[in-house]
């Protein structure tokens, strides 16, 4: 497992802007595909983004494509996530996550608030 921490959160206009980091800590960040969920106001968590640690293939909730762009830094431990053209509908808690290989996610952040107003 890793520790997680989130930043970058805040409230924003429909068709802002926001980007997202989360700095790691811990060993092999590199090996680990990290991602991004969301867990709108009462709703359940859902996948947002996700980027492999070996090779970089990223992987996109329909929802975000096109707009989100997920990016990592393995020399800094720092998996990022730019945010554009923001809608009302992305208001929600976005958690950093990793995992090893194909295995369930087994770190989690604390969680950052987006809150976009219409």
């Known amino acids: 497992q890793v520790q997680l921490v989130e930043s970058g959160g805040g409230l924003v206009q429909a068709g802002g802007s926001l980007r997202l980091s989360c700095a790691a800590s811990?060993?092999?960040?590199?090996?680990?595909?990290m991602g991004w969920f969301r867990q709108p106001p009462g709703k359940e968590r859902e996948f947002v983004s996700s980027i492999r640690g070996y090779d970089g293939f990223t992987s996109y909730a329909d929802s975000v494509k096109g707009r989100f762009t997920i990016s990592r830094d393995n020399a800094k431990n720092t998996v990022s996530l730019q945010m554009d053209s923001l809608k009302p509908e992305d208001t929600a808690v976005y958690y950093c996550a990793s995992r090893v290989g194909a295995s369930e996610y087994d770190s989690w952040g604390q969680g950052t608030q987006v809150t976009v107003s219409s």
């Open positions: 811990g060993r092999a960040f590199s090996r680990r595909t």
